[in-house]
């Protein structure tokens, strides 16, 4: 049954319906092959035939009339007259013949009009009887069965052109009245052909066979295999997602389970920091205290990036839009990494148009995508570098967001690879800047659900710039009125 389904299966898939197509094309090719092989060896059949025919007659011919003449010369009267002699010379010839597939040569007189041999057969009687009235009959030649047995025939129309030979068919049959030009007959050869055509048929069908085999066999292997490989891809990319769904889960479960204690951590130790409830006695548990409670927010932070990442990679992360102004978005980030820009002694440059119109989005994520990039860049780049934000739009372009910095660089060949999660370019357990890798990912997973791009440029030891572009239906042009008012 398993095997009957995915028979089935097999045939109902694309792969299916092209064995199908293909069986079909080696089948009409088979019969192409066979049948263009058929006629070409029944042409080169009846192209032999024929010359061996003419041949014959040509031999009959020359016989024939060579005796006529020798009668005239020696006033032989007595001697059979030329169509009797050249009747008994045939019936000799076929008889000297023997073998029944042997070619036959017969010369026929009309239906009620013969001397020797009448029409052997009403087809032949017929064809005799078609030459009559023509001023230049052809001969006729055609497959016929005789007895059961498939010949190849030629009649030769036999014309009087001579008056001496109309002169003795009037003597022998002086009712008829031959006149010159009459038709008096007909030669006929039959060629056997039955074993000949039963052994070509027979070579034709093997021919065909085979080109059926041939196409027929690699279609269906090249269909098969596609099949088998196709199906073993998505049997691999279900288990790929089943695991991956697996697998986000329980990072969101986790992270669930984690921020409960963590956020008693942060509260706790914030509390602690600032002795809500007395002061501390020692002065030296002061560092300590800091140190947790930075460490907590560290930790809440990559506990919640990998929660934003496992919904995003679930498809469950969803978009709160409202209109906002991203010079807003940048002014915050600002002040958040304004510290880190001046304790590690570098400089901003923030490059925004005037009338950049707001954008309908989800502020909060935006806003994260910038401070993501921001602290890469900050934490990339070496003292007395610089950190460039700016932007340009268009009506049919959109927004672009371009955040450059002159840090350390990424290698072209890791370009793609710290776009995936958990990857950075120095992997090795002593890397000098600490990170989760999933800065990047979540960057793009955030501006991908807004329908935008994300793409890096980078040259070691020169800078690295992240190109942001979100489409022109996220411009929202018709709301700069309503801004400028509130703003006011």
């Not at 094309?25 to 006629?39: D, H, M, N």
């Not at 942060?266 to 006695?281: A, R, T």
């Not at 990998?306 to 839009?321: F, H, M, R, T, Y």
């Amino acid at each position: 049954m398993q095997r009957r389904a995915a028979t089935m299966a097999f045939l109902r898939s694309r792969e299916g319906f092209g064995l199908i197509g293909i069986v079909v094309f080696a089948a009409a090719l088979a019969v192409i092959a066979g049948e263009g092989f058929y006629q070409a060896s029944l042409r080169a059949f009846v192209e032999n035939k024929t010359d061996e025919k003419a041949t014959a007659l040509q031999l009959v011919d020359a016989f024939v009339s060579n005796y006529s003449n020798l009668r005239k010369e020696l006033d032989a009267d007595r001697a059979p007259v030329p169509a009797t002699f050249r009747a008994h010379s045939i019936a000799l010839f076929n008889h000297a013949r023997g073998a029944e597939n042997a070619m036959r040569v017969q010369w026929i007189g009309r239906a009620g009009r013969s001397i020797a041999t009448p029409p052997s057969d009403s087809p032949m009687a017929d064809v005799i009887e078609s030459f009559v009235g023509k001023s230049d009959p052809m001969p006729v030649s055609g497959f016929v069965t005789i007895g059961g047995d498939q010949v190849f025939r030629t009649v030769y129309p036999s014309v009087a052109h001579d008056q001496s030979c109309v002169d003795c068919h009037n003597r022998i049959q002086p009712e008829q009245s031959w006149q010159l030009n009459d038709v008096m007959g007909a030669f006929s050869i039959d060629a056997p052909a039955g074993p000949f055509l039963h052994g070509l048929r027979l070579e034709c069908a093997g021919i065909g066979l085979v080109v059926f085999l041939l196409i027929g066999g690699v279609g269906t292997w090249v269909s098969v295999t596609h099949h088998r490989r196709i199906a073993e891809r998505e049997r691999a990319q279900q288990k790929a997602e089943s695991a991956n769904r697996a697998k986000s889960s329980f990072l969101a479960t986790m992270s669930h389970e984690l921020r409960t204690p963590l956020n008693a951590i942060i509260g706790f130790s914030d509390m602690m920091k600032s002795q809500v409830l007395g002061p501390i006695g020692n002065e030296r548990y002061h560092p300590y205290i800091d140190n947790i409670h930075d460490s907590g927010e560290h930790l809440l932070q990559i506990i919640t990036d990998i929660l934003d990442l496992s919904k995003a990679e679930a498809g469950k992360l969803d978009l709160n839009e409202d209109i906002f102004d991203l010079r807003d978005i940048v002014r915050s980030v600002r002040q958040l990494t304004s510290g880190r820009l001046v304790a590690g002694g570098l400089t901003e440059k923030i490059d925004l148009p005037p009338d950049l119109p707001p954008l309908r989005g989800d502020e909060r994520k935006l806003k994260q995508v910038l401070l993501n990039l921001m602290s890469n860049a900050v934490k990339f780049t070496a003292p007395g570098g610089t950190i460039e934000i700016s932007a340009r739009f268009d009506h049919k372009q959109g927004l672009t967001l371009i955040i450059a910095d002159s840090g350390i660089g990424i290698p072209g060949e890791d370009l793609d690879r710290v776009l995936k999660p958990f990857e950075q370019v120095d992997s090795s357990l002593s890397r000098q800047h600490a990170g989760t890798g999933l800065g990047l990912p979540l960057v793009r997973a955030m501006i991908e659900l807004h329908g935008g791009t994300v793409t890096l440029n980078s040259i070691v030891g020169v800078g690295t710039q992240v190109i942001i572009t979100l489409p022109a239906e996220r411009l929202a042009y018709d709301m700069v009125p309503a801004l400028l008012s509130d703003a006011a």
